[in-house]
């Protein structure tokens, strides 16, 4: 059955870093790019970060330079390393497949999410 799994989330003050996790079980997730995805408060959920299965990324502008996307096949794993985090990032992040890269249009059902918090 597939799942998603996403931890790493905090509070943090403005120029900080967290480091998220995923993992995820499911052959669907494994054939398919996978990405971060955030809800800001009273906006829609949207991508910030996409990696394919052969290790092409993409980013949202607003997070360009200061995010990293990686992905470990082996272990099942999805990682975001945020640094110089903003107020504005500040949000619920989630895991999830890509199902159009195009579009950052997302697979299926949603895990839990994390909560990252950026203030003074």
């Known amino acids: 059955q597939a799942q998603l799994v996403e931890s790493g989330g905090g509070l943090v003050q403005p120029g900080g870093s967290l480091k998220l996790s995923c993992a995820y079980s499911?052959?669907?997730?494994?054939?398919?790019?996978m990405g971060w995805y955030r809800q800001r408060p009273e906006k829609q959920r949207e991508l910030v970060a996409g990696?394919?299965?052969?290790?092409?990324?993409k980013y949202e502008d607003s997070v360009k330079g200061r995010f990293t996307i990686s992905r470990d096949s082996r272990k099942k794993t999805i990682d975001l390393q945020m640094n110089t985090l903003k107020s504005e990032d500040t949000a619920v992040y989630y895991c999830?497949?890509?199902?159009?890269?195009?579009?950052?249009?997302?697979?299926?059902?949603w895990g839990q999410g994390t909560q990252v918090t950026v203030s003074a």
């Open positions: 999830n497949g890509i199902g159009d890269w195009n579009t950052g249009t997302p697979l299926g059902s």
């Open positions: 499911g052959l669907v997730f494994s054939v398919y790019p």
């Open positions: 990696v394919g299965t052969g290790g092409m990324t």
